[in-house]
Structure formats: structure tokens, C-alpha cells
């Protein structure tokens, strides 16, 4: 059975930094491409950064580039999200997916994922 399930979402204050994890089992991790997506309130979801199978490329949509980094560990078949300068535009559900590759599409990231988590929530009151 593929799982993926997100931790360390949480409530933290405007400036304040959090660290996300996505374990990943099930198939074979280092096959994939990971991708966080984020999905705030009464908006449709975004999809924020990719991490290439191998960690040699990365991509982040224009609004968390310089504040969030997307790491991985193939050995432990986890997926880290490093969350800095967090604003109330940050505030949304957090979500962890796999595809084969890191697909952007017109300057999004494409968001047809073989394999989706059930998501990590974070809140950055204003």
C-alpha cells in the first residue's frame, strides 16, 4: 500500500520558521520526483516546490522562493520542507505527492500526481 503521510504542521507566528516531513512508502521512492502543494482556505490548491529523484534540481513557485527549501533523504524515503518567514499567506493545508518527474506547465507546477498525502495543516494567524 503507497503512503504518504505528512507531520510538523502547526501554529506559529508571523516571521517564525517550521519544518515539514513526508514519509513515503510503498514503491520505490527514489523512482520519484516530490512535490509539495498547499491548499489555503476558500483557495484552489497551489503547487509549490518539486524535488528531482536524484536532489539535483529543485523548483519553487515565485511566492516561497528564497523562504522555503525542499530537501530530501532516499536513504530514509523522506521528504522535508523547510519553512521560513512565515506570513499569513502561508496559512493552508500542506500536502505531500509524487510523480515521476517535476512537471511545470505555463509556470505552474503540474499537479498530476501518481500518489498524494492526506495533508499537514498550518496556521499563521495574522
Known amino acids: 500500500e503507497v503512503q504518504l503521510v505528512e507531520s510538523g504542521g502547526d501554529l506559529v507566528q508571523t516571521g517564525g520558521s517550521l519544518r515539514l516531513s513526508c514519509a513515503a512508502s510503498?514503491?520505490?521512492?527514489?523512482?520519484?520526483?516530490m512535490n509539495w502543494f498547499r491548499q489555503a482556505p476558500g483557495k484552489e490548491r497551489e503547487g509549490i516546490s518539486c524535488?528531482?529523484?536524484?536532489?539535483?534540481?529543485?523548483y519553487y513557485t515565485d511566492s516561497v522562493k528564497g523562504r522555503f527549501t525542499i530537501s530530501r533523504d532516499n536513504a530514509k524515503n523522506m521528504v522535508f520542507f523547510q519553512m521560513n518567514n512565515l506570513s499569513p499567506e502561508d496559512t493552508a493545508v500542506y500536502y505531500c505527492?509524487?510523480?515521476?518527474?517535476?512537471?511545470?506547465?505555463?509556470?505552474?507546477?503540474?499537479?498530476?500526481?501518481?500518489?498524494w498525502g492526506k495533508g499537514t495543516l498550518v496556521t499563521i494567524p495574522s
Open positions: 524535488i528531482s529523484p536524484n536532489a539535483y534540481s529543485t
Open positions: 510503498g514503491f520505490t521512492f527514489d523512482d520519484y520526483a
Open positions: 505527492a509524487a510523480a515521476l518527474s517535476c512537471v511545470v506547465v505555463s509556470g505552474a507546477l503540474w499537479d498530476g500526481m501518481d500518489y
